[in-house]
């Protein structure tokens, strides 16, 4: 009994740990890794309370799927937070909604 | 100002759910004796080894009892994954040459993730096909075929899943669904009434219509996972 | 010490759903970049999940699962926890990761239109 509290505890403290890290950092692609270890610490916490279809869930959708979704859309947008963007006019459209190259 | 703001809001939320969860005890018996039955829970629980032979109770309240609701979430995805191949879609121009997106991989990695994909793919039907005696089902077999084939597309740089076999599989999986609904609508005026015969606990073919809909959901959410993610690997990068 | 010990455990498991709760809301009020957002939206579903699962447990009790196990431990007297919340949150895992998908195509959409995914540089509403 009393070792499932202990596990709970530190458990609890690094999960927090680990969503303060993921908001707080400017480096997208570390954050986005935060969120994994998030899910993988959630599985952990499903299991613990008798939960293991959750468990599953969680694990094979939310550490790997997410992730790499993430990662697909950090590498078509910006990788940092704080990225000015170069001076560029938005794109003109013409009449039949293709772009136009300036 | 607007920090100032935000914070007074998200003490507001602290205290309302602190205070909230202070009256639902942690780990306090609230179904009462399962077989008096006076919660839904204790029903699900005391009907579920002798009605249905199912031995995971989860999987027949998905499947059987909010059958349903499984239904309606099987065509959220379905709408996840059309929406997000309408909006990234990019006409492809005449002379505009492919590039690949992805750098190829060591000669360990790809020598690897061949070796290993099958493993992944006989364990992700074990646990779809066995959902109703274990813990899994469809979901969860589903996500992990899916990730077999995300692990081939990073290996190999033009690795191909046939776009044509995907939307066949998921057809026939989602009408296989409603199909077995409507048969049960018309043989016994319930929709996805259990009417295959239920045989004994703990048996693979037990359970009536449960594996039958398990399996066919595994196989749509893997077809749809995976055509989400050759969606997402394949966008053609503008700069 | 019984009543201690629930009390932490409950203080760890309640505190850590609230704390996500609390920490996504704020990425998604206050953070200006789109991605940053959409991990502020991921974090809220985590915490809820994990709220649901601590309200349906039930101390002492057994997965709800009838193996052959599981029918010796009814048999002696055992109790099994609540498979409800179970049921309500695989659902709820799966529509969450479909919403984070089409969130994510509509900021690779918005960066490719605007050259920037910071909310505060998008400002030609013309079209």
Same mark, same amino acid.
């Given at each position: 009994?009393?070792?499932?509290?202990?596990?709970?505890?530190?458990?609890?403290?690094?999960?927090?740990?680990?969503?303060?890290?993921?908001?707080?950092?400017?480096?997208?692609?570390?954050?986005?890794?935060?969120?994994?270890?998030?899910?993988?610490?959630?599985?952990?916490?499903?299991?613990?309370?008798?939960?293991?279809?959750?468990?599953?869930?969680?694990?094979?959708?939310?550490?790997?799927?997410?992730?790499?979704?993430?990662?697909?859309?950090?590498?078509?947008?910006?990788?940092?937070?704080?990225?000015?963007?170069?001076?560029?006019?938005?794109?003109?459209?013409?009449?039949?909604?293709?772009?136009?190259?300036? | 100002?607007?920090?100032?703001?935000?914070?007074?809001?998200?003490?507001?939320?602290?205290?309302?759910?602190?205070?909230?969860?202070?009256?639902?005890?942690?780990?306090?018996?609230?179904?009462?004796?399962?077989?008096?039955?006076?919660?839904?829970?204790?029903?699900?629980?005391?009907?579920?080894?002798?009605?249905?032979?199912?031995?995971?109770?989860?999987?027949?309240?998905?499947?059987?009892?909010?059958?349903?609701?499984?239904?309606?979430?099987?065509?959220?995805? +379905? !709408?996840?994954? =059309?929406?997000?191949?309408?909006?990234?879609?990019?006409? #492809? &121009?005449?002379?505009?040459?492919? @590039?690949? %997106?992805?750098?190829?991989?060591?000669?360990?990695?790809?020598?690897?993730?061949?070796?290993?994909?099958?493993?992944?793919?006989?364990?992700?039907?074990?646990?779809?096909?066995?959902?109703?005696?274990?813990?899994?089902?469809?979901?969860?077999?589903?996500?992990?075929?899916?990730?077999? +084939? !995300?692990?081939? =597309?990073?290996?190999?740089?033009?690795?191909?899943?046939? #776009? &044509?076999?995907?939307?066949?599989? @998921?057809? %026939?999986?989602?009408?296989?669904?409603?199909?077995?609904?409507?048969?049960?609508?018309?043989?016994?005026?319930?929709?996805?009434?259990?009417?295959?015969?239920?045989?004994?606990?703990?048996?693979?073919?037990?359970?009536?219509?449960?594996?039958?809909?398990?399996?066919?959901?595994?196989?749509?959410?893997?077809?749809?996972?995976?055509?989400?993610?050759?969606?997402?690997?394949?966008?053609?990068?503008?700069? | 010490?019984?009543?201690?010990?629930?009390?932490?455990?409950?203080?760890?498991?309640?505190?850590?759903?609230?704390?996500?709760?609390?920490?996504?809301?704020?990425?998604?009020?206050?953070?200006?970049?789109?991605?940053?957002?959409?991990?502020?939206?991921?974090?809220?579903?985590?915490?809820?999940?994990?709220?649901?699962?601590?309200?349906?447990?039930?101390?002492?009790?057994?997965?709800?699962?009838?193996?052959?196990?599981?029918?010796?431990?009814?048999?002696?007297?055992?109790?099994?926890?609540?498979?409800?919340?179970?049921?309500?949150?695989?659902?709820?895992?799966?529509?969450?990761?479909?919403?984070?998908?089409?969130?994510?195509?509509?900021?690779?959409?918005?960066?490719?239109?605007?050259?920037?995914?910071?909310?505060?540089?998008?400002?030609?509403?013309?079209?």
């Amino acid at each position: 009994m009393m070792f499932n509290v202990i596990v709970i505890l530190v458990l609890a403290v690094i999960l927090l740990a680990a969503a303060v890290y993921a908001v707080a950092q400017k480096d997208l692609l570390y954050a986005v890794l935060a969120t994994g270890v998030i899910s993988l610490i959630l599985s952990v916490f499903f299991f613990i309370m008798q939960a293991p279809d959750v468990a599953l869930t969680e694990a094979a959708i939310g550490i790997a799927l997410t992730t790499i979704i993430f990662i697909i859309t950090i590498r078509n947008t910006s990788r940092r937070e704080d990225e000015v963007p170069v001076e560029h006019e938005p794109d003109r459209v013409d009449k039949e909604s293709k772009i136009i190259k300036q | 100002m607007k920090k100032l703001l935000v914070i007074l809001l998200l003490a507001v939320v602290a205290y309302s759910l602190g205070t909230a969860l202070m009256s639902v005890k942690f780990g306090e018996n609230r179904l009462g004796k399962v077989q008096d039955e006076e919660t839904v829970s204790a029903f699900y629980l005391n009907n579920t080894p002798e009605k249905l032979s199912v031995a995971n109770v989860v999987t027949a309240i998905v499947v059987n009892y909010r059958g349903f609701d499984t239904l309606g979430e099987v065509s959220v995805l +379905f !709408l996840a994954a =059309m929406g997000l191949g309408s909006i990234l879609y990019h006409r #492809h &121009k005449e002379g505009e040459e492919e @590039e690949a %997106i992805l750098k190829p991989s060591s000669q360990l990695v790809q020598a690897g993730s061949k070796l290993i994909f099958p493993a992944i793919l006989v364990l992700g039907a074990y646990v779809f096909i066995h959902g109703h005696l274990t813990p899994g089902g469809g979901f969860q077999g589903g996500a992990i075929i899916a990730t077999g +084939f !995300l692990l081939m =597309m990073m290996a190999y740089k033009d690795y191909k899943v046939s #776009h &044509k076999v995907l939307t066949w599989v @998921e057809s %026939i999986a989602g009408v296989t669904f409603a199909g077995i609904g409507m048969w049960g609508l018309i043989v016994s005026q319930s929709f996805l009434e259990n009417t295959l015969p239920i045989g004994t606990l703990n048996n693979l073919f037990s359970g009536g219509i449960i594996p039958i809909i398990y399996v066919a959901v595994g196989f749509k959410v893997a077809a749809e996972l995976t055509g989400v993610l050759d969606t997402l690997l394949n966008i053609k990068d503008k700069h | 010490m019984n009543l201690d010990t629930n009390l932490l455990m409950s203080i760890g498991v309640y505190g850590s759903a609230i704390g996500l709760i609390l920490i996504g809301l704020y990425a998604v009020l206050i953070k200006k970049h789109l991605t940053k957002i959409v991990i502020g939206l991921s974090i809220i579903d985590a915490g809820i999940h994990l709220l649901f699962i601590a309200i349906g447990y039930i101390s002492g009790g057994t997965a709800p699962i009838f193996s052959p196990a599981g029918e010796k431990i009814v048999a002696n007297g055992g109790i099994m926890v609540d498979p409800v919340p179970q049921a309500l949150v695989l659902t709820a895992i799966v529509i969450g990761f479909a919403v984070t998908a089409v969130a994510l195509s509509l900021v690779i959409r918005l960066y490719r239109h605007h050259h920037t995914a910071r909310i505060d540089q998008i400002k030609s509403l013309k079209w």
